[in-house]
Nanobody, 120 residues
C-alpha cells in the first residue's frame, strides 16, 4: 500500500503563488509517475499535471501550462506543484495521485486533497 499526503493549500489573491507538496510513503519502490488533479465546486475532477518518476518528463493541462511547473524529489518521494499567477478559476480541491502499476487503473493511489482558494 501507498499513502499520499498533500500540503500547501490555502487562500491567496489573484496573481499570487502557492506551492503544493505531496509525500508518498509505504510501498513506493515501483513508482512510475505522480500527478496532480483538481476538482472545483460543482465540477468533475480534472487533470492538472504529471511527472514521470524515471526521467522527470512532464505533461500539463493547457489551462496551467507555463504557470504550474511540477517537479519531484526522488530521495524524498515527494512531488511539488508550484502554482504561479493564480486565477480565481484555479480555485479547487487539489489531489495528488500516484501510478505504480499495481492495478488496472491509470492512477493507483490518491491523496485526500488540499484546498486552494483564489480571490479576485
Amino acid at each position: 500500500q501507498v499513502q499520499l499526503l498533500e500540503s500547501g493549500g490555502g487562500s491567496v489573491q489573484a496573481g499570487g503563488s502557492l506551492r503544493l507538496s505531496c509525500v508518498a510513503s509505504g510501498r513506493t519502490f515501483s513508482l512510475n509517475a505522480m500527478g496532480w488533479f483538481r476538482q472545483a465546486p460543482g465540477k468533475e475532477r480534472e487533470f492538472v499535471a504529471r511527472i514521470r518518476w524515471s526521467d522527470g518528463s512532464t505533461y500539463y493541462a493547457d489551462s496551467v501550462k507555463g504557470r504550474f511547473p511540477i517537479s519531484r524529489d526522488n530521495a524524498k518521494n515527494t512531488v511539488y506543484l508550484q502554482m504561479n499567477s493564480l486565477k480565481p478559476e484555479d480555485t479547487a480541491d487539489y489531489y495528488c495521485a500516484l501510478d505504480d502499476g499495481s492495478s488496472t487503473r491509470l492512477w493507483d493511489y490518491w491523496g485526500q486533497g488540499t484546498q486552494v482558494i483564489v480571490s479576485s
